[in-house]
């Protein structure tokens, strides 16, 4: 039940009508006045949740960024005084089997819509892929994907984001389909026929959620005692590095899951607000998972931002969902989770979830080596909504809801 993502990228277009007057460079921090004009103009109500604090954490106070001077890990497009355009790169450490490498992720690219159809945005992409050495994208506009594989991209195997629906309410149904309908003109008006007129999100609560409730019984009925205990934290410790230190050779393409990356990811994020919880047993530290609720501008569902264990350790990871599950109550209209491991889709699929979506991820290896090693560990990945900036605040569109 994500909200669709806000499709800004570039369009490409022949190298003769790039303007000549623009300008692509790696942004430094006295561009920060005019990066924030920028994502004012190109993001409009959504900006909000691209402002300073989040975009000092993300890239300034990210513990794997290692800026040389005052540059910052985002490249601009300048006409004039004006930035028109941007890609930026969220820094982290990728383990590819028994190595470590430093990576990033193409997140916010964005071109004012003045400016679109003239190639700048193959422009900014070749810039960035000249200065890092490996730049992952999970999800992504197509244009953002045909800049990625002119480049030779790798496209990895499908992460899938899968959903478990909880209970229906008239509002949400309608919310979700205007929604999801939004730039789909004939499929909008269908729905809001459907609605106004076959009050069709009056009727599907009344038919679904006497299913759901018997899903509900048939899952708890084989719920059976277990020894886990799950407990709530507020930071993570050294304990969930020496799970990651025993489990890590579990998942050879991964973005490491240390105390260092989670503490910056879940704790020290701004915005949204996570919870944390841990899992132990026989006096270890066997998983984890982040959750958190939707902000009241998004739809009305939970999130499971990160799962973590071995993974053979099935039990673990059935706790850990079920804790979700229990923690959300009937608080949400449906949970919202993000995987690329099987045995993680197995344990959801057992508690209801369904897949809703797949995303094909790239990766761009400026070493050829390793780009052949990546290619061909592609069917073997780990990536969740913790990857990239796939969790974030997702507002729903300005759409009139009323009954």
């Not at 513990?63 to 890609?87: K, L, M, S, Y």
């Not at 193409?106 to 890092?132: N, P, T, Y």
Request: one cysteine or more; proline letters at 5%.
């Amino acid at each position: 039940m994500d909200d669709p993502r806000l499709g800004g990228e570039a369009q490409a277009g022949p190298l003769e009508e790039i303007p000549i007057a623009v300008t692509v460079r790696r942004a430094t921090l006295s561009d920060r006045p005019a990066i924030a004009r920028f994502i004012d103009e190109a993001y409009g109500p959504r900006a909000q949740y691209k402002a300073t604090p989040r975009w000092t954490w993300q890239f300034i106070d990210n513990p794997f960024t290692h800026p040389e001077h005052d540059e910052v890990p985002v490249w601009v497009a300048v006409d004039g005084d004006r930035i028109v355009g941007q890609i930026a790169v969220q820094k982290g450490l990728l383990q590819v089997e028994d190595e470590t490498f430093e990576a990033g992720w193409a997140v916010d690219i964005m071109l004012l819509q003045s400016h679109r159809g003239a190639g700048l945005g193959h422009r900014l992409h070749e810039a960035v892929v000249k200065d890092v050495d490996i730049l992952m994208a999970l999800t992504m506009a197509e244009a953002s994907r045909r800049m990625a594989e002119r480049e030779g991209c790798v496209t990895l195997e499908e992460v899938h984001q899968l959903t478990r629906w909880v209970r229906w309410d008239p509002v949400t149904v309608r919310r979700y389909l205007m929604i999801h309908t939004a730039g789909h003109r004939w499929a909008q008006q269908a729905a809001q026929v459907s609605c106004d007129v076959f009050r069709f999100h009056r009727l599907l609560p009344g038919l679904v959620n006497p299913l759901l409730r018997l899903r509900d019984f048939v899952v708890r009925s084989r719920h059976a005692p277990s020894a886990t205990k799950i407990v709530e934290v507020d930071c993570f410790g050294p304990e969930v590095d020496e799970l990651w230190e025993r489990t890590r050779g579990d998942y050879p393409v991964i973005f490491a899951r240390d105390s260092q990356f989670l503490n910056w990811r879940f704790v020290d994020c701004p915005e949204p607000v996570y919870r944390r919880f841990v899992a132990q047993r026989d006096g270890r530290t066997v998983g984890y998972v982040v959750l958190r609720r939707a902000e009241p501008v998004e739809l009305q569902q939970g999130i499971i931002a990160d799962l973590y264990a071995s993974r053979q350790d099935t039990q673990t990871l059935d706790e850990l969902v079920r804790h979700s599950l229990a923690f959300f109550g009937d608080t949400v209209s449906a949970v919202d989770c993000g995987t690329s491991v099987a045995e993680f889709e197995g344990v959801l699929r057992k508690h209801g979830f369904f897949k809703t979506w797949a995303h094909n991820p790239t990766c761009i290896c400026r070493d050829s080596a390793l780009r052949e090693r990546v290619s061909q560990l592609k069917n073997d990945l780990f990536f969740s909504k913790g990857d990239q900036d796939w969790d974030q605040i997702h507002a729903a569109d300005r759409i009139a809801f009323a009954e």
